[in-house]
């Protein structure tokens, strides 16, 4: 941990995921617990947005979603 391959392995899979497929944005869910706060810190500065939490009986998680362009608008049903 702290040496920045958890970083180059999310990098690489959204450099392939956007060169490969027509998607508009990539979304994730993890958890929303104190343990986890890294985790979502990792993803947050490499763009991905929390979009709503996602409610069960014995958590909670979020769900983020990572535009293809960085600063481009979610469409509205994305948080559905």
Excluded: C, M
């Amino acid at each position: 941990q702290r040496r920045g391959i958890g970083r180059q392995v999310v990098s690489i899979y959204l450099q392939q995921v956007f060169s490969r497929l027509p998607v508009d944005f990539v979304t994730l869910q993890t958890n929303d617990n104190v343990e986890n706060s890294g985790i979502i810190g990792l993803y947050e500065a490499l763009g991905f947005t929390k979009i709503k939490k996602v409610f069960y009986p014995d958590k909670t998680d979020w769900l983020l979603a990572r535009p293809r362009i960085i600063g481009s608008n979610f469409p509205v049903h994305a948080a559905k």
